[in-house]
């Protein structure tokens, strides 16, 4: 089937996979692994304790500060060490090292001695594994002299119970005295608190190891070319709420079998768009807090290292764009879990509401003690919609009635809270003013304290209806529309989506601003537009809210330089007098807004500027070690400089970060499920660098299918069905609100899928 030459045409930029790019990293030099509520975070030496934030954590709370291995009471030599997996590191030392170069470059051994030992005739390699509530380390100590060795091996250790917030800032509160005692063959630690009695119960194996001097010593005899296993066992205690070996183990067979659902791609290996999709698949579910009852263990973090917790529009977010990958089963966990912590008064303290949606849920100790009041924070006006949204599309991916029946009450608390509490003066738009006194100034997507300003760079106080929160409202109110019918509520259907057309026309008519071809940022406190021009505009694009007549200026405002700065659209106009790239969110560039933006450019049938920002991203992801792009990166342009930076102490992996390769590959191949219908829309635009993937187990509703999608000689983007299993029809068809897709198309898609015999190829 030919594509129209605007879908297959190619920007220099996008031409071949083969520019250099720079190689990128954070600040901090930092390595950490992790698996549900537990993160071990070390330096690049593998030691913990000199950097303020290293430590093992488990929810949040240092059980363990310093963890140094020794050697002869000197630290050994590290080599190098590596991130095996998300939960897993593993460093290589030599011990002694040379003191002294003899012409070999670095020092080459082979003759001198130290500590009564030869130069680097013992070497190590150190493995760390982390698990639900513990660490595991294992120690592989090899003598490579021709003699036997004895030394003394030690791990020094201490702990503090800190908040992961206060270890990130250095800034621990008064602690609690800890009290260590020893035990045969370990110690353990105790927190002496009344409300958090925390404990640190520490094994040693594989040496007679003797606790003294607040650490764990022993003897160490190595024949020639022999090799001893050390270990240690780190378990961290939490009385409120204990996680057993039984329990490790069944949270580990959960994730596995989470993995093993999950869709896969494969791609030529001049493709490498695959290994990073599939990558952040595994960065997904390892995100899992597999915390509270079995049926919310997917519900994932917002990142590490010092996210590791609950933030319900993350994790919405996260869940809904990777729908595809594992057919909405992390979206289901996140659902019922915000569920269960759905506002049921009204608390000004936490900004509760009854009917609101959780904006985060943490269990640090300031938490626990009431201090910061954010074991449960409703002070967010997204998460709400977005609560909505990741229901409808949980139906749209499954065409699950009885999930819908579940979450029915839940769902219409929220909509009761949106007229009643969203909607403050009854103008039929959502506002958000905070309350508690502690409480964040910003409620919106963008939640920074300096965040909106107004086209003078000025700050805008709140009240604040921001532009893509009308659009969550809108697609909101659409999708309880369609819930409506599938629960038999036929009247209330229509109702709801007359009150949508109603609030299009009203956003249409207010935020546009036709001399700037952009939408505005929102409207202040006297209903004025705040005419900043944002990414919160492109926002809008993916809920539908944008009339079609203003989808070609809006698109083509949102890619001039000022908001387009290459690798993604900037935060804020860089002409707007408060512009700074590497604030948070006056310049700045998120890949997860951008991951939205793109659907929402394929959904408009905004063709080529979906492939050059898609590009922008690939790229962008390339540049970071193992593809994980920090939290925001600098909005520097990439015409200035060779990478752009990244906000400081920023997050990575975010999750919703590693959540837009799903995205990305379902806008380029234009997936759209409808499960209730047993359909499954396909639209590929494949560029020239990415001439062929295979989508391999996607799952919608009761069915599975896998699908080859390549281009041919000619560029044109074609497909053909691999396997199917299960009742799936799949045709080929441009977006329903296309701008660009003409009838001939999308007869042509109908003629190539409906009417061909066995509907396979296109």
Not at 82 to 109: H, N, Q, T
Request: charged share 25%; hydrophobic share 40%; proline share 6%.
């Amino acid at each position: 089937m030919r594509r129209s030459s605007r879908a297959d045409a190619a920007s220099p930029r996008e031409s071949s996979d083969t520019s250099l790019l720079p190689i990128a990293s954070e600040h901090s030099g930092l390595r950490y692994a992790w698996r549900g509520p537990s993160i071990l975070i070390v330096e690049s030496n593998g030691r913990a304790g000199h950097h303020p934030l290293t430590g093992f954590f488990f929810r949040q709370t240092r059980f363990l500060r310093d963890l140094r291995l020794m050697l002869a009471d000197e630290p050994p030599h590290t080599c190098s060490i590596a991130v095996v997996g998300p939960a897993e590191l593993e460093i290589a030392y030599v011990f002694p090292e040379v003191v002294a170069g003899d012409g070999g470059g670095s020092g080459s051994g082979g003759k001198g001695m130290k500590k009564g030992l030869l130069y680097r005739d013992v070497d190590l390699r150190l493995r760390y594994r982390v698990n639900a509530a513990s660490l595991d380390v294992t120690l592989l100590a090899t003598n490579r002299w021709q003699q036997d060795v004895e030394l003394d091996v030690s791990w020094e250790l201490s702990t503090d119970y800190a908040s992961i917030d206060e270890a990130l800032f250095d800034r621990p509160t008064e602690q609690s005295p800890v009290e260590a005692t020893a035990v045969p063959g370990g110690a353990v630690f105790r927190h002496m608190h009344a409300e958090l009695p925390f404990a640190t119960r520490i094994a040693a194996g594989g040496a007679d190891w003797e606790f003294v001097d607040g650490g764990l010593r022993a003897r160490l005899r190595l024949p020639r070319q022999q090799t001893q296993t050390l270990t240690l066992r780190v378990e961290a205690l939490d009385p409120e709420d204990p996680i057993d070996a039984i329990g490790e183990a069944l949270r580990q067979e959960a994730l596995e079998a989470w993995h093993a659902g999950v869709m896969e791609l494969d791609a030529p290996g001049a493709a490498p768009l695959a290994e990073l999709a599939n990558r952040a698949a595994l960065d997904l579910g390892s995100m899992a807090l597999l915390e509270g009852p079995s049926d919310e263990w997917l519900v994932p973090a917002a990142g590490v290292p010092i996210y590791q917790a609950l933030w319900a529009r993350d994790a919405l977010t996260a869940s809904w764009q990777a729908g595809l990958l594992d057919r909405g089963d992390m979206l289901e966990h996140v659902l019922t879990r915000l569920t269960r912590l759905q506002g049921t008064r009204d608390d000004p303290d936490r900004d509760e509401q009854p009917g609101r949606i959780v904006n985060q849920a943490k269990r640090d100790p300031q938490a626990r003690l009431g201090v910061s009041r954010l074991d449960r924070n409703y002070a967010d006006v997204a998460s709400p919609f977005m609560f909505l949204i990741g229901l409808g599309y949980h139906y749209v991916l499954t065409g699950d009635r009885e999930h819908v029946r579940r979450r029915w009450d839940a769902a219409r608390r929220v909509v009761d809270w949106a007229f009643q509490y969203g909607d403050r003066d009854g103008d039929g738009y959502i506002e958000y003013l905070t309350r508690a006194p502690n409480g964040p100034r910003h409620q919106a997507w963008k939640d920074s304290d300096n965040a909106v300003v107004g086209e003078d760079g000025s700050q805008v106080d709140p009240p604040i209806a921001s532009c893509e929160i009308q659009g969550y409202w809108f697609v909101s109110l659409q999708f309880m529309a369609v819930l409506s019918v599938a629960m038999g509520e036929r009247r209330r259907a229509l109702d709801l989506w007359r009150q949508a057309a109603q609030l299009k026309e009203r956003f249409n008519r207010d935020f546009w601003m036709e001399d700037e071809g952009c939408i505005a940022f929102g409207l202040d406190a006297d209903k004025r537009p705040i005419r900043a021009l944002t990414s919160n505009a492109g926002q809008c694009l993916p809920t539908g809210i944008v009339a079609r007549e203003h989808i070609p200026r809006l698109v083509q405002r949102l890619f001039e330089p000022d908001l387009f700065s290459g690798w993604g659209i900037r935060t804020l106009s860089r002409k707007n007098p408060a512009y700074n790239p590497l604030d948070y969110h006056l310049g700045s560039v998120w890949p997860v807004e951008n991951g939205s933006i793109l659907f929402g450019l394929r959904r408009y049938g905004q063709d080529e500027r979906a492939l050059e920002l898609a590009r922008g991203l690939y790229d962008l992801a390339r540049m970071w070690r193992g593809g994980r792009t920090p939290e925001c990166v600098g909005g520097y342009g990439r015409e200035e400089q060779a990478h752009p930076g990244a906000y400081p102490r920023a997050n990575s992996p975010q999750t919703w970060n590693q959540s837009i390769w799903p995205i990305v590959v379902q806008s380029l191949l234009g997936l759209m499920p409808y499960a209730p219908m047993r359909l499954l829309l396909v639209d590929p635009i494949l560029p020239p660098w990415l001439p062929e993937l295979t989508v391999r187990r996607l799952r919608i509703g009761s069915a599975s299918v896998s699908l080859r999608f390549h281009r041919d000689a000619r560029g044109r983007s074609k497909y053909e069905v691999l396997e199917k299993h299960g009742r799936l029809r799949v045709i080929r068809q441009p977006w329903l609100e296309s701008v660009s897709a003409d009838a001939w198309e999308r007869l042509a898609g109908l003629r190539d899928t409906v009417l061909s015999r066995g509907a396979s190829r296109a």
